[in-house]
């Protein structure tokens, strides 16, 4: 295996990975090629996120794997599932996108994970953790006369659905091949020779048949059978961690060299002609063969596209003044702060609390439902438990949110990282539809800083809010605004008024978008007051300008269905003012792949786009009138 330090200038030469079109070309290829090929695609993997940017280090762990799973297996009349898709670069280098992978992430190119629409190979789509068991035992049911594999990470392998899939699947005979991709080290240490060579002979037609045909023998003598099925699990148990997978009714095999290509070739083909579930353990590296990312896997998870010249910042992004609050109201003597994540706290800006405060600290792993619960349960008993989790992965909690913390009334503060457009991620990673399924939560407030100092106090006012209070702030930078690190709190539902005129138009702008909608209101020198709050609304100051006949305009990013534009509308109509509300945010449609701008170049929520809605609307509003008074 060749090893790589540097993330290469120029495309490199790869001539054997330059004969695979599709997965059918790399089968004629000997064992010396295949080897030859998986340096070149490492290499090839190497220089294409370099150019991209994207996910690194899982793709690099799973080169070997990823050719031994296409060798082996008739993809795609065979279903190949990969978790997340973090790990599939490979896949889609050999499934006719080489020539398309640097623009993956990118507005118009590729997906950043496995998606149906785009390739036939891609059996099922991805982006959320855990998903790909069940996803293959559905599949695999449906279709008995295939092959279906599933690659999930010992990551995905925390969270329960992945267990509530093979409990579900063991008690079935679906050909289903499960393959444990474990790049941690988490279930087991024991690699090398013997390990290969018990996956050899576990996955061997003789075992196999020596084993089934003994438990055939002994089915009408209970006892028999019961001793052979026990004895059997528990000397496979001693030598190998797979007892836990052989008792939901699988056939462990494992753990073994996930680098070492022929001996993976070689158990897969076993695995192949094997009836019933199975589970494949594989060890591998993460960043596999470039050697920053074996030594610094977490910081080489992803990389950002390599730029030219000096990058261009605008202020602190907003995980950071997260984790600063956790780390100063901690040092106030706060014993009842818990902080919590879903493994997401590199992320998330909670590295520096979890060295200082390691007691007040808890990443639960991949398990967003019991990270909820969890936090009620410390709530329950008088902690004020911080959750910090992405956006799109709250929805994953949602049941919890409902039955476990807000109709219990607790204390429990959602920090809600990554809201709005994400950027590169896609769809699977936008953050735009917590406000529509919060809102209609009782009990709940929910705000949304306009910069950097806003969201510091408005931590502090979901802190001491004495229930379940949301702060959800985008990803990245804020804009630069000093941030006092006090104590000051924002009185609920108070909304701020940034300019007010005499205009007939009242711009209401909603977190990150104030930006945006100071540079509209002084086009049309209009008010413009920054909300805040989404809920409970500031009714009195909205019911002020009601009063006044202003039109309004509301100005988010979030989904126009659901919305906090929809919240004004809706105040309206129960008070029974009949104010007209353009409602300005994002359609009815997944974002596109791009970055954040181009995202919100789609969804029309740019600086120009929206001053031609605004003024459609105004002449809309001129015609409507002149017809109603002619009409008088």
């Given at each position: ?5 540097e993330?290469p ?8 990975l ?40 899982a ?11 296409h ?7 065979d ?38 629409d ?27 006369d ?32 499960v ?13 090398g ?21 003994g ?10 059978k ?8 528990h ?6 961690p797979g ?50 990312a ?15 010249g ?9 995980s ?5 609050w ?73 049941d919890?949110?409902i ?24 769809a ?13 939560i009782?009990?709940?407030v ?65 977190g ?17 007051i ?41 105040f ?30 789609a ?30």
């Open positions: 295996m060749k090893i790589f330090k993330i200038a120029f495309p490199p030469i790869t001539p054997l330059d004969k695979v079109n599709l997965p059918e070309d790399l089968r004629n290829f000997d064992k010396e090629q295949l080897r030859k090929l998986a340096d070149e695609l490492r290499e090839f993997l190497i220089y294409s996120v370099g150019q991209s940017g994207g996910h690194f280090g793709g690099l762990g799973v080169v070997e794997l990823t050719i031994a799973l060798y082996v297996f008739n993809t795609p009349d279903k190949l599932v990969w978790d997340v898709g973090h790990q599939a670069y490979p896949h889609k280098i050999i499934t006719g996108r080489k020539n398309d992978i640097t623009s993956i992430r990118h507005k118009d190119g590729l997906h950043p994970f496995t998606n149906i785009e390739s036939i190979y891609d059996a099922f789509g991805a982006g959320h953790s855990s998903t790909s068991i069940s996803a293959s035992l559905g599949m695999s049911i449906a279709e008995p295939k092959n279906h594999i599933a690659v999930i990470g010992d990551g995905s392998m925390t969270a329960g659905m992945a267990f509530e899939a093979l409990a579900h699947a063991g008690s079935t005979d679906s050909n289903l091949l393959i444990l991709n474990d790049n941690n080290m988490s279930i087991s240490r024991n690699t020779g013997i390990s290969n060579y018990l996956a050899r002979i576990w996955s061997s037609r003789i075992y196999t048949s020596i084993r089934e045909g438990k055939t023998a002994l089915r009408f003598i209970p006892s028999a019961n001793f052979a099925k026990k004895a059997e699990t000397f496979k148990g001693m030598l190998t007892t836990l997978f052989e008792e939901l009714g699988f056939n462990y095999i494992g753990p073994m060299d996930g680098h070492n290509l022929s001996e993976i070739i070689r158990t897969l083909k076993n695995l192949k002609n094997l009836s019933g579930p199975k589970l494949l353990h594989v060890i591998t590296t993460k960043g596999k063969g470039f050697l920053p074996e030594n610094d896997p977490i910081g080489f998870h992803a990389l950002n596209k390599i730029e030219k000096a990058s261009k910042t605008k202020g602190v992004k907003y950071s003044i997260f984790g600063e956790l780390c100063e109201t901690a040092r106030r003597g706060d014993k009842d702060l818990m902080a919590i994540t879903p493994a997401m706290s590199e992320g998330s800006g909670m590295n520096d609390f979890k060295e200082s405060f390691p007691n007040q600290f808890f990443d639960v792993a991949i398990a967003e439902q019991h990270s909820m619960t969890f936090a009620a349960g410390l709530a329950k008993v008088g902690k004020k438990p911080v959750l910090a989790i992405y956006s799109t992965f709250l929805q994953r909690a949602y919890q949110l039955h476990d913390v807000a109709l219990q009334g607790l204390n429990v503060t959602l920090a809600i990282d990554r809201a709005g457009f994400v950027g590169g991620d896609g699977t990673h936008a953050g735009i539809f917590d406000v529509a399924y919060l809102r209609c009782p009990n709940m929910i705000m949304s800083p306009s910069n950097e100092n806003e969201c510091w106090k408005m931590l502090n006012t979901g802190y001491n809010f004495n229930g379940p209070a949301a702060i959800r702030y985008p990803r990245g930078e804020g804009v630069g605004a000093k941030v006092d690190k006090d104590t000051n709190i924002i009185e609920i539902g108070k909304a701020n008024i940034i300019n007010e005129t005499n205009s007939n138009l009242v711009i209401l702008s909603f990150n978008m104030l930006q945006v909608s100071e540079e509209v209101a002084k086009e049309f020198k209009c008010t413009l920054d909300m805040r709050f989404i809920k409970p609304l500031d009714e009195d100051l909205l019911e002020k300008y009601a009063k006044l006949k202003k039109e309004f305009i509301s100005i988010e990013e979030n989904t126009l269905s659901g919305g906090a534009g929809s919240a004004v509308n809706e309206f109509v129960k008070k029974g003012y009949e104010n007209k509300i353009l409602m300005i945010g994002i359609p009815d449609e997944f974002p596109i792949v791009g970055n954040a701008e181009d995202q919100r170049e969804a029309g929520l740019t600086k120009d786009k929206i001053l031609w809605k605004i003024k459609n609307r105004l002449n809309e509003i001129e015609i409507e009138n002149k017809q109603s008074t002619s009409n008088t």
